[in-house]
């Protein structure tokens, strides 16, 4: 019988040894099985030949190697310098002395000649011929150069250089500038000229791809192949190759996060926790957070969790399907990259064909469906979400909507916005209405629009997380689902939902003073409000507090007001008016004195003045309640349906109606510049503005007028109407462009029913710009909750 088997490995890996070594295995832990030429698949490779032992770590923390191997390693990754003559060493790059920092007992800088080949970083004792070479770095494509920094160079005096390896960092030092840029750059040029390393799970998760249609050899693969396998010892180098010394998780070390590498590391401990935790839910959270903020490392956890999952000793009992529980986490909150994926998807068949009809076959198949809607995630799963997906279950999601009322819906970690939106329509009969309709993420001081692809399981988590930091006024979020775009506010029936919709919502911008009408007339809304809740006055009826009627704002602003008038000053503080204030005292020793005693006088007033103020405000509510109850009295026999609607016809008055009102400076057009606060109306027809508590628009541009719009920077919205540039300061930059590109959408929809479309929304490569261009098919980009 033929000898079994050509090392294809030898042949088409060479130094497939050193990686295992670098990898933590030893070398004689690594066989390789020879298989005949015949054996070979179709592109000359056999189909089972990477065999790799779990990596093993001796006491002393050094990987099985003595010092004299670390040594003759490093020596077997280059040429062997020390067995060369002078006119066989490799050449040399750049050679110079620079002084590297020596870690002893103390901190030290130490002067040494430095020698850069293509293959590695060596220095010498000097640059004479036979001079003692005291150390190597080889370089690899894993290999990092931190450039010098100023910082360094204000607190040393000198210009500092890292090199990162496998094993050692050479932090370097030299007086000039050029000359550390020049060792940076050729360092850097070395290492981007190197091939890149594969680790031996790659090697073989390249081959079971392109073996996968062979059971045979794929079995033989994992059974010759430890690594692929579940293990119970620890791991100590990752799975998958990270630069040495990256600087990506510089940017979270305020979290405590150390190098990529060393993180991988730790994570596979963490899954091992799993095993015995009381409570894998932090553990899980955890794991995932860090997924979160390290990008590279959730293919590595991908990786980790396929081997952990494979081959396992116990496969059915409750500790080992905690790895199944955190997998199924995991693929409902990141995807991993093209190769795991299929490497994942490969491994999830394997094992419904191996043990059907059990947990891990429901797993894997609950697996599969999440890997075709995951997107990647804003927030880690909340605790109830972990739970829910940890038993396979969806959870409950509470909708509040006009009324108030509310329903609950099942979701999936990949229910969007708009999802949610449509089975509240069909809920509540509003699939035939012609206006939309969205989420809102809403507090007793804050509210917007929730944009149409959010996942409403990170609403949840952001909620969950929010709570924690906030009081607990502040802490109520809750989503809401509400009217978005009133294109037809007169198609609305009375005696439909969509009506306590709009009656509602018209009373929360009463409330928020948003609608511009006499303080008569808001006495009368809020009357019509007390006998839409409570029916006919009485006396024994609770009535609901003054802030939940009527504006508050608008009775600070008469107080103010009140309070602002002039007022008869004592003859002395009239004389004192007409003098000079530079007059008054001279500067000199008492000025500390009096200063101090002119701050604490200042206090004391502002003091009175908010005591006045608070009072004057509870005298004026009262006034102010009981015109509102008077008002109460004569809408006796009111039902709740004329009520609202006697309400809605006082609102209907003012020309804005429907629109939604944003605060902005408008501080410089193309015809002046201002800088008051004014309102920026955005309605079904047109854009308008005007005057706080102001019901007449200063300007108001029609949308066919409207030549381009959006963000012009951080705070600044542009709009562009014929040869007129308006700019407005606010804060609600993304909640103005989403809902002019839904009214604009909802135009083109109507206008693509009947005629022609004259205009259209493009992207323009101005960031943040939309411009109207004739066109007949609308590009749209995100918009809130409704898919208009």
């Not at 998780?249 to 305020?254: L, R």
């Not at 279950?393 to 990949?414: A, D, K, N, R, W």
């Not at 951080?714 to 989403?738: C, V, W, Y």
């Not at 749209?780 to 909750?785: A, K, M």
């Amino acid at each position: 019988m033929p000898l079994q088997g050509v090392c294809w490995f030898l042949c088409c890996r060479q130094g497939f040894s050193l990686l295992g070594r670098d990898y933590g295995e030893k070398e004689e832990e690594a066989p390789f099985e020879l298989r005949n030429k015949e054996d070979l698949t179709p592109n000359g490779r056999s189909p089972a030949e990477v065999t790799v032992s779990q990596p093993t770590r001796t006491a002393n923390g050094t990987n099985g190697h003595t010092v004299s191997e670390v040594n003759e390693e490093m020596k077997s990754l280059v040429i062997e310098k020390s067995k060369m003559g002078l006119e066989e060493e490799p050449e040399v790059l750049v050679k110079g002395w620079l002084l590297r920092e020596v870690r002893g007992n103390w901190i030290k800088q130490r002067r040494y000649w430095f020698m850069l080949s293509q293959d590695s970083l060596d220095y010498y004792t000097g640059p004479e011929k036979g001079a003692r070479r005291l150390g190597t770095l080889v370089l690899t494509n894993l290999c990092s150069v931190i450039w010098p920094d100023k910082q360094t160079y204000k607190e040393t005096g000198h210009w500092s250089i890292t090199v990162y390896g496998r094993k050692h960092c050479y932090r370097l030092y030299t007086k000039h500038f050029n000359e550390a840029v020049h060792w940076a750059c050729a360092i850097q040029k070395i290492i981007d000229t190197k091939a890149p390393v594969e680790t031996p799970t790659q090697l073989l998760i390249r081959d079971i791809e392109e073996n996968k249609f062979n059971p045979e050899a794929v079995e033989h693969m994992y059974q010759h192949n430890p690594i692929l396998k579940y293990t119970q010892g620890p791991l100590y180098a990752p799975l998958l190759p990270f630069p040495y010394g990256s600087l990506e998780h510089t940017y979270h070390s305020g979290k405590g996060y150390g190098s990529v590498r060393e993180e991988a590391v730790k994570l596979f401990n963490c899954l091992q926790q799993l095993e015995s935790a009381w409570e894998p839910v932090p553990i899980i959270q955890g794991v995932l957070q860090t997924c979160l903020d390290l990008r590279p490392l959730r293919d590595e956890v991908y990786c980790q969790l396929v081997k952990q999952t494979s081959y396992t000793p116990a496969p059915y009992t409750a500790a080992h399907l905690r790895y199944w529980q955190l997998l199924t986490c995991m693929s409902c909150t990141f995807l991993p990259g093209p190769t795991v994926l299929k490497y994942l998807r490969f491994h999830l068949k394997r094992i419904q064909s191996q043990s059907p009809e059990s947990e891990m076959d429901n797993y894997a198949s609950f697996i599969s469906e999440a890997l075709e809607k995951t997107k990647c995630r804003e927030c880690v799963p909340s605790w109830e979400e972990i739970q829910m997906l940890m038993s396979r279950q969806e959870m409950l999601c509470t909708v509040h909507y006009p009324g108030p009322l509310s329903c609950q819906l099942y979701i999936s970690s990949h229910t969007t916005a708009n999802e949610v939106v449509r089975r509240m329509q069909e809920k509540l009969g509003l699939q035939e209405s012609k206006n939309t309709f969205a989420l809102y993420e809403q507090n007793a001081l804050w509210e917007q629009p929730v944009a149409g692809s959010a996942l409403i399981a990170d609403i949840l988590t952001r909620f969950e997380n929010l709570s924690t930091k906030e009081s607990e006024s502040e802490s109520q979020w809750k989503l809401c689902f509400k009217l978005y775009c009133l294109l037809d506010p007169d198609s609305i029936s009375v005696d439909s939902i969509e009506y306590l919709f709009l009656f509602e919502q018209c009373h929360e911008m009463v409330v928020r003073g948003q609608l511009p009408v006499c303080e008569e007339d808001l006495h009368v809304l809020a009357s019509l409000r007390l006998q839409c809740l409570m029916g006919d006055f009485s006396t024994h009826a609770p009535c609901p507090p003054l802030e939940e009627l009527f504006s508050g704002h608008v009775l600070e602003s008469r107080v103010l007001m009140s309070l602002s008038a002039p007022q008869t000053l004592p003859p002395c503080q009239v004389a004192a008016q007409g003098c000079p204030t530079t007059q008054r005292f001279h500067t000199g020793l008492l000025a500390g004195a009096l200063w101090s005693h002119t701050a604490t006088a200042a206090h004391k007033q502002k003091v009175e003045q908010d005591m006045r103020l608070r009072s004057r405000l509870k005298e004026e509510g009262a006034t102010v309640m009981v015109s509102i109850l008077e008002h109460w009295k004569g809408l006796a026999g009111y039902s709740r349906r004329d009520s609202m609607a006697a309400y809605l016809t006082i609102a209907r008055q003012w020309s804005g109606f429907g629109c939604t009102l944003y605060e902005v400076d408008f501080y410089i057009s193309s015809t002046g510049s201002f800088s008051q606060k004014l309102w920026l109306g955005v309605a079904a027809t047109s854009v308008s503005l005007y005057r706080q508590g102001e019901a007449e628009a200063l300007e108001s541009f029609p949308y066919g007028q409207i030549c381009s719009y959006g963000v012009s920077n951080s705070n600044t919205f542009k709009i562009t109407a014929g040869d007129r540039d308006l700019l407005f300061e606010t804060t609600k930059l993304t909640e103005i462009m989403q809902l002019m590109n839904a009214y604009f959408s909802a135009i083109h929809r109507q206008q693509g029913k009947g005629q022609d479309a004259d205009i259209t929304i493009t992207e323009s490569t101005e960031v943040g710009f939309h411009h109207l261009a004739l066109t007949q098919t609308p590009t749209l980009l995100e918009l809130p909750s409704h898919p208009v």
